[in-house]
T-cell receptor
Framework: DTAVSQTPKYLVTQMGNDKSIKCEQN?????MYWYKQDSKKFLKIMFSYNNKELIINETVPNRFSPKSPDKAHLNLHINSLELGDSAVYFC??????????????FGSGTQLSVL | QQQVKQSPQSLIVQKGGISIINCAYE??????FPWYQQFPGKGPALLIAIRPDVSEKKEGRFTISFNKSAKQFSLHIMDSQPGDSATYFC?????????????FGDGTTLTVKP
């Protein structure tokens, strides 16, 4: 069973389009995240949700809108895609509370290519 | 302002050798220092982590050395194997409600030659 699964794995689209990436975790974690990894492999947090509530919102263009219908799902919608949005987007989750709330469990990534 | 600096950017080691990756942090409020391993086409996976109350943690061939006064920590891979070839990220975070807001180093691509 995949702990953190995200779809699609690959996404190729034209500039200006709107696209969504879905993420689901079956670990029972309270917190979910979106990270962006650029072509140089730099990892940067974008958003974090704790039990459907937005708790971290880094400096990300408002074309990016996360949505958490429940604590097991965190989707990422991107409007008006730009060339610079091309990257690998990782969903992650972590438990909250106790001493294990720091460990991040990552999905396998969605490689977004904007043409 | 980069809060976690990682070096080297890339590392080539012979099979059986020791791989050493270093990280330095600035924010003294950080109190959790994990290392993640990422293979091509996969997401990062937690390898080993340390808290600042200990100076060393060992798990199999992987050891973290931590120097609180110098604000530095390093990953040592003993008896490196070709299967260890991956990108390694150090990270730092704070316990508490924002614990998951890990700040990552820029990554080190390790190649272990057979």
């Amino acid at each position: 069973d995949t702990a953190v699964s995200q779809t699609p794995k690959y996404l190729v689209t034209q500039m200006g389009n709107d696209k969504s990436i879905k993420c689901e975790q079956n670990l029972g974690h309270d917190t979910m995240y979106w990270y962006k990894q650029d072509s140089k492999k730099f990892l940067k947090i974008m958003f974090s949700y704790n039990n459907k509530e937005l708790i971290i919102n880094e400096t990300v263009p408002n074309r990016f809108s996360p949505k958490s219908p429940d604590k097991a799902h965190l989707n990422l919608h991107i409007n008006s895609l730009e060339l610079g949005d091309s990257a690998v987007y990782f969903c992650a989750s972590s438990p909250i509370g106790g001493t294990t709330n720091e460990k991040l469990f990552f999905g396998s990534g969605t490689q977004l290519s904007v043409l | 302002q980069q809060q976690v600096k990682q070096s080297p950017q890339s590392l080539i080691v012979q099979k059986g050798g020791i791989s050493i990756i270093n990280c330095a942090y600035e924010n003294t409020a950080f109190d959790y220092f994990p290392w993640y391993q990422q293979f091509p086409g996969k997401g990062p996976a937690l390898l080993i982590a340390i808290r600042p109350d200990v100076s060393e943690k060992k798990e199999g061939r992987f050891t973290i050395s931590f120097n609180k006064s110098a604000k530095q920590f390093s990953l040592h891979i003993m008896d490196s194997q070709p299967g260890d070839s991956a990108t390694y990220f150090c990270a730092a975070s704070m316990l508490g409600t924002n614990a998951g807001k890990s700040t990552f180093g820029d990554g080190t691509t390790l190649t272990v030659k057979p």
